[in-house]
């Protein structure tokens, strides 16, 4: 969707260093989720955000919401082979729908 | 609890054709999507509904129709099936808009020839 961007569109990382990735909307967003989706698979929810400057960690996995609630970043911390997929942004904008951005495709090599 | 369940998982249409894709969901979620996802465009929301009898436009509706009928039901039409429609279908669901996430069916993949 053009109202949520979301970059690097592809990275390659090796196992062990650090990476973000970044949410990006000109609306206000009124809940923001992190999805993984494994190659070929259904998405697996990771996080939600809704409140200005909030963030949460689950493992190696860190989001944030901004403090104008209009870009997010999931940082991953010494990655692994298992972080690889697809990661998905998604949001409420303050209707009904909840629309995605373009998607990060993660590759971890050893 | 089986959460969103989507029939078929595959399918082969030719140009012209039609099917209905079922997504059905357990939880007792008023809230449904339906996406369909292609290489690089990450996820696209076609239709969504948040209630029994209600559906509503998503960003990409053309081609298709939806129905929900039951509250725990809700099927995506394809009267007449197009090569650009060839991708993977994902049905959502969840329980009120705003603070709850998705839950995700497994995907259908439609091919059209």
């Known amino acids: 969707s053009q109202e949520l961007e979301q970059s690097p569109q592809s990275l390659i990382v090796q196992e062990g260093k650090n990476l973000t990735i970044n949410c990006t909307s000109s609306?206000?967003?009124?809940?923001l989720y992190w999805y993984k989706q494994k190659y070929g698979e259904g998405l697996i929810f990771l996080m939600m955000?809704?409140?200005?400057?909030e963030e949460k960690s689950h493992e190696k996995i860190t989001a944030k919401l901004d403090e104008k609630k209009q870009q997010s970043s999931l940082h991953i911390t010494a990655s692994q082979p298992s972080h690889a997929g697809i990661y998905l942004c998604g949001a409420d904008m303050g209707t009904d729908k909840l629309i995605f951005g373009t998607g990060t495709r993660l590759q971890v090599f050893p | 609890n089986a959460g969103v369940t989507q029939t078929p998982k595959f399918r082969v249409l030719k140009t012209g054709q039609s099917m209905t894709l079922l997504c059905a969901q357990d939880m007792n979620h008023e809230y449904m999507y339906w996406y369909r996802q292609d290489p690089g465009m990450g996820l696209r929301l076609i239709h969504y509904s948040v209630g029994e009898g209600t559906t509503a436009k998503g960003e990409v509706p053309d081609g298709y129709n939806v129905s929900r009928l039951k509250k725990q039901n809700f099927l995506l039409g394809l009267e007449s099936a197009a090569p650009s429609q060839t991708s993977v279908y994902f049905c959502a669901s969840r329980t009120v808009q705003g603070g709850s996430p998705l839950h995700f069916g497994n995907g259908t993949r439609l091919t059209v020839t």
């Open positions: 955000l809704q409140k200005g400057g």
């Open positions: 609306k206000t967003l009124y809940g």
